[in-house]
């Protein structure tokens, strides 16, 4: 598994997703040579489509970018941290209104052509299949980690890993949408000049459309993933599972039609499905929150009774893939380290993180506190009043009664009796920036 190229290496990174990529480029830009171990394409996935580090899987949205909220704050300290992640969205940034998006295929070229032919990277293309006994490592496989590190892990933890179920969405060819039904708004947005598709229903189109999807087949689960089902991480619940809870939770959920007029009468929509810019060119466009299990017959059918979508093109269908994550509370300190090797880190979503940005923030984070080490200082968590720093809070607090996957929110943070929460969310946000500005002036 291992090469020459260098013999000073003292850090491996296994896995090249967001997290990987950004632990890399944290320990090459203060000169530490670092060896990253990828599997793929060698072993697949199952949900990749392609050998680029830092591929997008299930959208190409690294969601809100709004200074106001959640991981609008994330962002902000992660820029501050010098994020690679970060640079890299915000030059192949697509039009997506007050969200990051970005074209995932150009994002993902320019992070393997940076990291996998620097000179302090040792690239091996190859299956980890057992964690190295020496130096620092930082393990970071993602949802999909391989069945053989798994089983490794197991064997190193001492606890059976856990794991949920996820899915990813279709993709429509962009001159296959009806644009004489489909209108281009943002929500809450002026006049018809949105970054948003948006396809209405009304009341009858909508009622048809979620009976047609509850009817449709869907792919069999082994009786592992049936007995798993219930552990579909809450975002990225699959628009079947969503439709069984109640005839009204898609039109309260990713098919709401708050904040949206339809230019040609007027009016609200009933419900509407919203699709997003999916790369530079605005050739492909995703259905936002239309994770799916449904066999890929059956999608086209069904998503085509869509207003809009009636001839729609579909340049990828939605599959369902499993994710992986370790318990963390029970195993990493908030700097990331394993509690019994601290020479050992985890960080993206096996460390039990949900998202994008959350992911690359571990990596980051996990990057910067092996430099620490091997420059004689002690590895940092960040303050829990930080927004990085509640995620880091959450993830290793040992109190869960069941422990899930956790984007960034402000429901991280504790409440003040009798604050309204708008005062509550402008007292979180206050506070992060000044801890956060305290917190980097002290290390």
Request: proline share 5%; net charge positive.
């Amino acid at each position: 598994m291992t090469s020459n190229k260098n013999k000073d290496i003292k850090v491996t990174v296994i896995g090249a997703g967001l997290a990987g990529s950004e632990a890399v480029y944290q320990l090459i830009r203060k000169q530490i040579p670092v060896r990253l171990i990828e599997m793929r394409p060698k072993v697949k996935t199952g949900a990749h489509t392609t050998d680029m580090f830092g591929e997008l899987v299930c959208s190409n949205s690294v969601g809100s970018n709004l200074p106001d909220r959640a991981p609008g704050l994330l962002k902000e300290e992660l820029r501050f941290f010098g994020s690679y992640f970060m640079e890299t969205a915000y030059k192949y940034r697509v039009p997506a209104g007050n969200a990051l998006a970005v074209d995932r295929y150009a994002f993902a070229r320019e992070m393997t052509r940076y990291l996998k032919t620097h000179t302090l990277v040792d690239f091996v293309n190859e299956e980890a299949v057992e964690i190295p006994k020496d130096g620092y490592v930082i393990i970071a496989t993602g949802p999909l980690t391989s069945n053989s590190m798994l089983e490794e892990l197991q064997k190193m933890l001492g606890k059976k890993h856990l794991d949920f179920f996820d899915a990813v969405a279709p993709i429509v060819n962009a001159d296959s949408i009806n644009m004489n039904i489909a209108f281009k708004a943002d929500r809450y947005g002026d006049g018809e000049n949105g970054d948003y598709i948006n396809c209405p229903m009304n009341k009858e189109q909508y009622l048809a459309f979620v009976e047609a999807l509850l009817n449709a087949e869907r792919i069999d689960l082994s009786d592992m993933e049936k007995s798993a089902r219930k552990k579909y991480f809450s975002a990225c619940q699959p628009v079947e599972i969503i439709a069984e809870s109640g005839i009204d939770s898609l039109r309260f959920g990713p098919l709401k039609p708050v904040g949206l007029v339809n230019p040609r009468t007027g009016q609200r929509p009933y419900a509407v499905v919203q699709l997003r810019q999916d790369n530079l060119l605005a050739s492909m466009f995703n259905l936002v929150g239309f994770q799916t299990n449904l066999k890929h017959p059956e999608q086209i059918r069904v998503f085509k009774m869509i207003p809009g979508l009636e001839n729609a093109k579909f340049e990828r269908l939605g599959q369902m893939h499993r994710n992986a994550y370790i318990n963390a509370p029970e195993l990493l300190l908030p700097t990331l380290q394993l509690k019994s090797n601290p020479n050992i880190f985890f960080a993206g979503q096996i460390s039990g993180v949900e998202g994008y940005t959350e992911s690359a923030a571990t990596g980051l984070l996990a990057g910067m506190n092996v430099c620490r080490l091997i420059q004689g200082k002690e590895a940092v968590s960040l303050p829990a009043q930080t927004m990085l720093g509640s995620l880091l809070h959450y993830i290793t607090y040992t109190g869960h009664k069941d422990f899930h996957p956790m984007n960034v929110n402000f429901g991280l943070f504790a409440s003040k009796e009798g604050e309204k929460s708008e005062e509550r969310k402008d007292r979180i946000i206050k506070t992060a920036r000044k801890v956060f500005r305290e917190f980097v002036s002290s290390i």
